[in-house]
């Protein structure tokens, strides 16, 4: 069935014919002998059929878009994955100046690698979604971590008061907590090797946490192997950096996280373009800062502020420069061997190039991440766990895992992400930690 327009021939107007047949429509063509008329009845039919038959094809290539297509609802990144792949014990140690959560991953025989963490994280929102990393799982059956928090800074703290310190029930509650100073902080780190019997250990540590495992490496050299140390500065605080610590302080102490300090602490952390640029990152990090104590933040923040230059020089003598009289009076240098890494568009880059020009180059590895910001840990962290095994090697440590063994355990890894097995993979931090799987090697003995 068929419905076209006719042009009559006596008066060239438009008569509308609906639901004509073939027959009805060739029997009209006969009877109306003006040209005018077939060319408007052909053109009619010729559009109407390219009309169905652009129809046609359209519900086509529909049905070919949809085919095959199955909806996943996405998973948003989160820290720690799976609650049952990374497996901690926990410890609250009693210092001379305050108590330390510490948190220890792996075997306690194996040799010790202690975390310290920067400014407004901890040991979960700064190191765990790095040594879960299913590149590090290898490495780490070398190692046992002990990670150390700032006093009040692990998740759900309570604020710091007085009697923590001096222990004494009979304190009055409210009493003003002195929080340690950078030095201070440095020296409660002797308790916790004394806790655990550790005698020498690897430090790896972030901003703050880089500041205080240098001040340790320098007043007890002999207990620190080497240090990974990432946005360490070595000098006091600017102006401007004092200008805007003092009024996140202001703000920390009236008890409330405030976007003012939100935003300082992610630029801190990651730069301005990561910021900018890395969405699902930066978001998942500022839910973080809700789990923070602001009042223990705040003196965390106002310590780390007040912090000394670290009397840290090269060793001018053995490169055969003549120093200066009183020039480097008091400043050592670090004996231990130091892996320094930075991102490329880190807002810490020339704290951490004054950093590498006061250390030995002899004894020093420098390494800037390239498309990286301020955390490289969670980043970049195949190129960070790969500067890391090569460090190790040359302090002797893992001597038979190779860059290979590393790939091949990362392609099994992305294969069985592929298959469903995982379902973590880059998508969240730490992807499946023991569903990740590790190369078989022979230990080591170092």
């Known amino acids: 069935m068929y419905s076209s327009v006719v042009v009559c021939s006596s008066s060239n107007s438009i008569v509308e014919f609906?639901?004509?047949?073939?027959?009805d429509i060739e029997k009209n063509i006969t009877m109306n002998t003006e040209p005018n008329f077939c060319d408007c009845l052909c053109s009619v039919l010729m559009s109407r059929r390219n009309k169905r038959k652009r129809k046609r094809m359209a519900e086509k290539l529909t049905d070919i878009e949809l085919t095959g297509i199955i909806l996943e609802e996405t998973k948003p990144r989160t820290?720690?994955?799976?609650p049952s792949s990374v497996l901690l014990q926990e410890d609250d140690i009693e210092t001379g100046r305050g108590t330390l959560r510490v948190a220890v991953q792996g075997d306690r025989s194996k040799a010790a690698i202690i975390t310290y963490h920067d400014i407004g994280l901890n040991h979960v929102t700064n190191f765990q979604g790095f040594f879960?990393?299913?590149?590090?799982?290898p490495i780490l059956r070398h190692f046992c971590v002990y990670h150390i928090n700032a006093p009040g800074q692990h998740d759900g703290a309570l604020p710091l008061m007085q009697r923590q310190e001096i222990g004494d029930p009979k304190a009055p509650v409210n009493m003003k907590y002195h929080f340690p100073s950078m030095d201070e902080l440095s020296e409660m780190i002797l308790p916790v090797l004394q806790f655990y019997?550790?005698?020498h250990f690897i430090g790896f540590g972030m901003g703050a946490g880089a500041n205080i495992l240098t001040r340790f490496a320098l007043n007890h050299p002999e207990?620190?192997?080497?240090?990974?140390?990432?946005?360490c500065t070595a000098s006091v605080s600017g102006w401007t950096e004092w200008g805007w610590q003092k009024l996140n302080t202001w703000y920390l102490k009236s008890g409330s996280m405030t976007g003012f300090t939100e935003d300082y602490l992610l630029w801190h952390w990651f730069g301005q373009k990561t910021v900018d640029q890395n969405y699902d990152l930066v978001r998942m990090y500022r839910d973080?800062?809700?789990?923070?104590?602001?009042?223990?933040?705040?003196?965390f923040i106002e310590s780390y502020t007040k912090r000394t230059a670290l009397a840290v020089h090269r060793?001018?003598?053995?490169?055969?420069?003549?120093?200066t009289?009183?020039?480097?009076?008091?400043?050592?240098?670090?004996?231990?061997?130091?892996?320094?890494?930075?991102g490329d568009n880190s807002p810490h880059l020339d704290a951490m190039v004054d950093m590498n020009s006061r250390i030995d180059p002899s004894k020093t590895s420098w390494m800037k991440i390239s498309d990286c910001g301020g955390m490289p840990l969670e980043e970049a962290p195949e190129k960070v766990c790969d500067a890391f095994r090569l460090f190790l090697q040359g302090l002797g440590y893992v001597p038979f895992m190779s860059q290979t063994k590393i790939m091949e355990s990362r392609s099994a890894a992305s294969r069985a992400s592929l298959l469903g097995a995982g379902g973590g993979g880059r998508g969240s931090i730490t992807g499946t930690t023991h569903q990740t799987p590790v190369v078989q090697e022979q230990e080591a003995e170092c």
């Not at 207990?223 to 946005?231: F, H, Q, S």
């Not at 060793?315 to 120093?323: F, I, Q």
């Not at 050592?332 to 890494?341: E, K, N």
């Open 79 to 82: 820290l720690g994955g799976d």
């Open 315 to 323: 060793d001018l003598p053995k490169l055969g420069v003549k120093s």
């Open 132 to 137: 879960s990393y299913g590149d590090m799982q």
């Open 197 to 199: 019997g550790i005698k």
């Open 18 to 23: 609906l639901s004509l047949n073939q027959l």
């Open 288 to 299: 973080t800062m809700k789990h923070i104590n602001p009042h223990n933040l705040a003196l």
């Open 325 to 342: 009289p009183g020039k480097n009076t008091g400043a050592r240098a670090l004996d231990c061997d130091v892996l320094l890494m930075a």
């Open 223 to 231: 207990k620190v192997d080497a240090l990974a140390l990432v946005n």
